[in-house]
């Protein structure tokens, strides 16, 4: 057998014990997944190791995306891989920094709730956010949300779609057949490629990894993502070719762990993109069953359109500093 065609057959072998893994995670009726960095400020900072001065990223930036955590929770009448939006029981996501929590929401029912962690986001952000007592009269919601305490509003006030959108087919296909055509475009690009080869086994779990050109593969990801746009917020954009063509094309590996046949962990080496030989850089995704989401035991209700125009006219509003003057 000549060498492409054991490749080939390694790569087919691979990829069919790798889909089993994922496949088992839709099985489940919920699901949790952090994301993260492994790394640390130094090694952040020296990405940026040729912006012109007054330009690099201030240590600040670098020591908040390294400590980054986002964590999801979801629950669901049925198995996932066959649930729908109306099938989801609950949900939970939460962004965490190196000073706690940042933001937090969750979604029980017909309820959204949604937590700030003021003190974290102050010190993230590296300046005061408006004191509640010194907003205007008017500002009734973004009183709420900046005291630090749970609010709430019903969770279709969230999702219920602009005119544009409802008039719009193509707007809005099935879920599945977003789900479907998304996926089939991953897995051709996976095929096309990414190198897949067996590693064995380690500490309990078994090893696959996934080696593939850094740039390529990532404007390959944006470009079959794009049946999902419509579902993204208003004015988020998903980068395109033109925007990533600055992004090294070096090679990359992930290293897939799966346990009792389960896809555990995924970790992406990105030391090959940091100007540093430091061998801690990698983005790090960890997956298990996820925890049943739990209304607050105290929440107000706050109308979400009326926060939207309140933070907007943020600027004008006075700082903690300034309202002490």
Same mark, same amino acid.
């Given at each position: %057998? ?26 489940? #009726? ?8 492994? #790394? ?6 020296? /990405? ?5 001065? &007054?330009?690099?990223?201030? !240590? ?8 980054? *955590? +986002?964590? +999801? ?17 609950? %949900?939970? %996501?939460? =962004? ?21 962690? =003021? ?25 709420? /949300?900046?005291?630090?305490?749970? =609010?709430? %509003?019903?969770?279709?006030? /969230? ?18 057949? *977003? ?5 089939? &475009?991953?897995?051709?690009?996976? @095929?096309?490629? $990414? ?19 850094? *740039?390529?593969?990532?404007? &390959?990801?944006?470009? !079959?993502? *794009? ?8 004015? $988020? ?9 600055? +992004? ?11 346990? @009792?046949?389960?896809? @555990? ?55 903690? !500093?300034?309202?002490?003057?």
């Amino acid at each position: %057998m000549s060498a492409v065609a054991c490749s080939t057959a390694e790569n087919v072998t691979a990829a069919q014990k790798l889909d089993k893994a994922v496949d088992k995670l839709g099985q489940q #009726t919920s699901l949790s997944f952090e994301l993260g960095l492994d #790394t640390d400020a130094a090694t952040l900072k020296a /990405l940026d190791s040729d912006a012109a001065p &007054g330009e690099e990223m201030p !240590e600040q930036v670098a020591e908040l995306l390294a400590g980054a *955590r +986002v964590s +999801v929770s979801v629950q669901s009448k049925k198995p996932l891989q066959d649930s729908s939006a109306t099938d989801i029981t609950g %949900m939970a %996501m939460k =962004v965490s920094g190196p000073d706690g929590d940042l933001l937090e929401y969750r979604q029980v029912d017909d309820w959204a709730y949604l937590r700030a962690g =003021v003190k974290p986001l102050e010190k993230a952000a590296g300046s005061q956010l408006p004191a509640p007592e010194n907003l205007p009269p008017g500002a009734t919601d973004l009183k709420q /949300l900046l005291s630090g305490g749970w =609010v709430k %509003m019903p969770a279709d006030s /969230l999702t219920k779609s602009t005119p544009d959108q409802e008039s719009s087919p193509s707007a809005n296909p099935s879920a599945q057949a *977003r789900q479907k055509k998304v996926l089939n &475009g991953l897995q051709r690009l996976i @095929n096309r490629e $990414v190198q897949l080869k067996d590693t064995g086994t380690k500490n309990g779990a078994d090893h696959i990894t996934a080696t593939a050109p850094f *740039r390529t593969l990532l404007t &390959g990801l944006f470009d !079959e993502l *794009r049946p999902l746009a419509a579902d993204l917020p208003q004015g $988020v954009k998903l980068p395109t070719s033109k925007d990533l063509k600055d +992004v090294p094309d070096k090679k990359i590996t992930a290293d897939f762990a799966i346990k @009792n046949g389960t896809l @555990n962990e995924v970790s992406v080496d990105l030391a090959p993109l940091a100007q540093t030989k430091s061998d801690k850089f990698a983005l790090i995704l960890r997956l298990g069953r996820g925890d049943r989401a739990t209304a607050p035991a105290q929440a107000t209700q706050i109308d979400p359109n009326a926060l939207t125009q309140q933070i907007l006219k943020g600027p004008a509003l006075p700082s903690r !500093e300034e309202s002490a003057l």
